[in-house]
């Protein structure tokens, strides 16, 4: 069995709002506070995309959505009806 050893890390000036919702997360998800502070870290760092993986993203989300352009007519024509 290969021992592996945890770093520690102390957070300083945490606000009284962030730690109460912390505490209530880590609560929710039957985790210690510690827990769930190491579970929101990792699905951040996680999360990281790079510009070209969200430029893929958003292109995916424009093709999935798409509609034909409004000319400016039909733009103007649509912000008149709404000031009536």
């Known amino acids: 069995m290969q021992v592996v050893a945890m770093k520690s890390m102390t957070i300083k000036g945490v ?6 919702q912390l505490k ?4 929710a ?3 210690s506070l510690n827990g769930e502070v190491i579970a929101a870290l990792e ?6 995309r ?10 995916a989300i424009r093709e999935s959505v798409r509609m ?11 912000k008149r009806a709404g000031r009536m």
């Open 29 to 31: 998800n039957h985790r």
């Open 50 to 59: 790079t510009p070209a993986e969200l430029l893929a993203q958003v292109d």
């Open 68 to 78: 034909p352009y409004l000319t400016d007519e039909e733009l103007n024509a649509a």
């Open 15 to 20: 606000p009284e709002v962030l730690l109460r």
């Open 43 to 48: 699905y951040l760092v996680r999360r990281r």
């Open 24 to 27: 209530a997360r880590a609560k």
